[in-house]
T-cell receptor, first 121, second 107 residues
Framework: EVQLLESGGGLVQPGGSLRLSCAASGFTFSNYPMNWVRRAPGKGLEWVSTVSDSGTDSYYADSVKGRFTISRDNPKNTLYLQMSSLRAEDTALYYCAKSLCTSFRCYFDYWGQGTLATVSS | EIVLTQSPATLSLSPGERATLSCRASQSVSSYLGWYQQRPGQAPRLLIYGASNRATGTPARFSGSGSGTDFTLTISSLEPEDFAVYYC?????????FGQGTRLEIK
């Protein structure tokens, strides 16, 4: 059974940093691109970042580019999101999601339950 | 950036009725479109990928159609568990974008 367990959320002041983690199990982690998606309070889903299966390629939403860094440790089956220079608008529930890659590109087929990051003074 | 516009924002229907949700893209996304369901307090769930392909575990009452800029998610006969928020998502170009969501509520 695929499981994704996020951790590392919490309360941080504007300008601060947080490191989110996602522990994966139930599938061959190193074979799949992985993703972070967030949902701010009262808002819809927003894609944040994607990392390739090997970790060599990464992609970011413009809203986080230059402030967030996605990475992975394949031997440890863990995905990370280093968040810096945090702003109030980064307050959200952050989901880790596994990719399903088909001839129609990649989609998010398994999701964790999310970890809440709150940016406030 | 490709903007996805979903309509209506809220849809009020009764169990057993047919639901039709729309997603329009600001430019062509070919068939690179997915649909997700999010129930309150739960993580999103992939329903449809490639515009019309049901994901593993998606009931047959869910169907997707469209290509280019206009897409539809149809639920043929609503079950109580179908009342949720639905999002479309495009995978044609970076950045990946989602629509703003359609809330399907019980009438």
């Amino acid at each position: 059974e695929v499981q994704l367990l996020e951790s590392g959320g919490g309360l941080v002041q504007p300008g601060g940093s947080l490191r989110l983690s996602c522990a994966a199990s139930g599938f061959t982690f190193s074979n799949y691109p992985m993703n972070w998606v967030r949902r701010a309070p009262g808002k819809g889903l927003e894609w944040v970042s994607t990392v390739s299966d090997s970790g060599t390629d990464s992609y970011y939403a413009d809203s986080v580019k230059g402030r967030f860094t996605i990475s992975r440790d394949n031997p440890k089956n863990t995905l990370y999101l280093q968040m810096s220079s945090l702003r109030a608008e980064d307050t959200a529930l952050y989901y880790c999601a596994k990719s399903l890659c088909t001839s129609f590109r990649c989609y998010f087929d398994y999701w964790g339950q999310g970890t809440l990051a709150t940016v406030s003074s | 950036e490709i903007v996805l516009t979903q309509s209506p924002a809220t849809l009020s229907l009764s169990p057993g009725e047919r639901a039709t949700l729309s997603c329009r893209a600001s430019q062509s996304v070919s068939s690179y479109l997915g649909w997700y369901q999010q129930r309150p307090g739960q993580a999103p769930r992939l329903l449809i990928y490639g515009a019309s392909n049901r994901a593993t575990g998606t009931p047959a009452r869910f169907s997707g159609s469209g290509s280019g800029t206009d897409f539809t998610l149809t639920i043929s006969s609503l079950e109580p568990e179908d009342f949720a928020v639905y999002y479309c998502q495009q995978r044609a170009n970076w950045p990946i974008t989602f629509g703003q969501g359609t809330r399907l509520e019980i009438k």
